[in-house]
């Protein structure tokens, strides 16, 4: 079953947070997942992580 | 009865000589964004420049079947995917057939259990050399894929086409793919004594 903002909301953003850093979410979903994350600190420290993790990798060695 | 006239063909000479130069000039400004994916795809700097020269060798050959107005950079970077895998770069083990535990925040959770909770400090564990080492071992299916997304920062639809490949096996690997970096990340900066 598709996880939902409403009923499991942390999972929910796990699932959608690699998606949200390749800006692949419709305007919708992406509306929700920063919502979620303005509120979880949570949820944010690991977007923070996740994105700070693609930079790295990201950079030119 | 022929149409041409004696100056046709000087024109359309020197027309295909301009198209020509002008495809070159465009094709090499895009080299740095090019050699950053190859760079990220093979493991040496030797072998990412000799995947650029032949990649650029064939782009020049071939220009005449490149499509002006369309996404050039997209276009070099399937020539250079498809010579490394004609290279036979592929690694012979099967990806597929490991099991895969780790969670999407598996080399965050690894960090905070060594007492590294500061998220935006990534660098303060890892080096380049540890991401160049993680992504070698990545197998080339899934490496193909996160290179193009994560570091050449192509949309779902464009790695798709660059690689003739369905969107949702570009979405498959790409999950795959990192959490198998993000283990072998894990593997270089914490080890096992967590």
Not at chain 2, 117 to 132: N, P, W, Y
Not at chain 2, 177 to 188: Q, S, T, V
Request: aromatic fraction near 8%.
């Amino acid at each position: 079953m598709a996880l939902s903002f409403e009923a499991d909301p942390c999972a929910k953003c796990e699932e959608v947070l690699q998606p949200y850093l390749d800006r692949e979410l419709s305007d919708a979903e992406r509306a929700e997942a920063e919502k979620h994350l303005d509120e979880c600190s949570y949820c944010r420290k690991r977007y923070r992580f996740e994105a700070e993790l693609r930079r790295f990798v990201r950079r030119r060695p | 009865m022929s149409e041409t006239t004696p100056e046709a063909e000087p024109r359309k000479l020197a027309e295909e000589a301009r198209d020509r130069v002008r495809f070159e000039e465009e094709a090499l400004a895009l080299a740095d964004q090019v050699y950053r994916v190859a760079r990220r795809l093979v493991s040496t700097r030797e072998e990412a420049e000799d995947l650029m020269q032949e990649t650029y060798a064939r782009a020049f050959r071939s220009w005449r079947s490149y499509q002006p107005g369309t996404n050039l950079r997209a276009w070099l970077l399937r020539i250079l995917t498809n010579l490394n895998i004609d290279r036979g770069r592929r690694v012979q083990r099967s990806p597929d057939m490991q099991p895969l535990e780790e969670g999407d925040y598996f080399l965050y959770n690894k960090l905070e259990e060594a007492g590294e909770t500061d998220e935006e400090r990534v660098d303060r564990r890892l080096s380049q050399d540890d991401a160049v080492a993680a992504l070698s071992e990545v197998p080339h299916d899934f490496r193909d894929v996160l290179v193009l997304v994560d570091i050449g920062d192509f949309s779902y639809a464009d790695a798709a086409q660059i690689l003739d490949i369905p969107i949702g096996t570009v979405m498959s690997r790409l999950h795959r793919g990192r959490r198998i970096l993000k283990r072998e990340l894990a593997d270089r900066t914490v080890g096992s004594n967590v």
